[in-house]
């Protein structure tokens, strides 16, 4: 089973906006979660402890989870 995958982004980051357009230049389609709505910002800041985007969480099959906050360390993931 793959990893389930959400990105926590904000409309307004550069550095967001750099993954969601390597996301739509290689139809990779995966959860987004607005920061904007307040539930995901606070499910942001309790499960990665910060609340930098863009932020992917990756939720192996075994249930562990891990948080990655840098731009290009996300989109080197996701290639």
Do not use: H
Not at 9 to 37: A, G, H, P, W
Not at 42 to 69: F, H, N
């Amino acid at each position: 089973m793959q990893a389930k995958l959400e990105l926590y982004y904000s409309n307004y980051c550069f550095f967001c906006q750099k993954v969601m357009t390597f996301l739509r230049d290689k139809n990779r389609e995966i959860e987004l979660k607005s920061t904007s709505d307040r539930e995901n910002a606070t499910a942001l800041m309790q499960g990665g402890g910060k609340t930098q985007v863009p932020c992917l969480r990756i939720e192996q099959a075994d249930g562990s989870v891990q948080w990655m906050y840098e731009s290009d360390d996300i989109i080197r993931y996701l290639t």
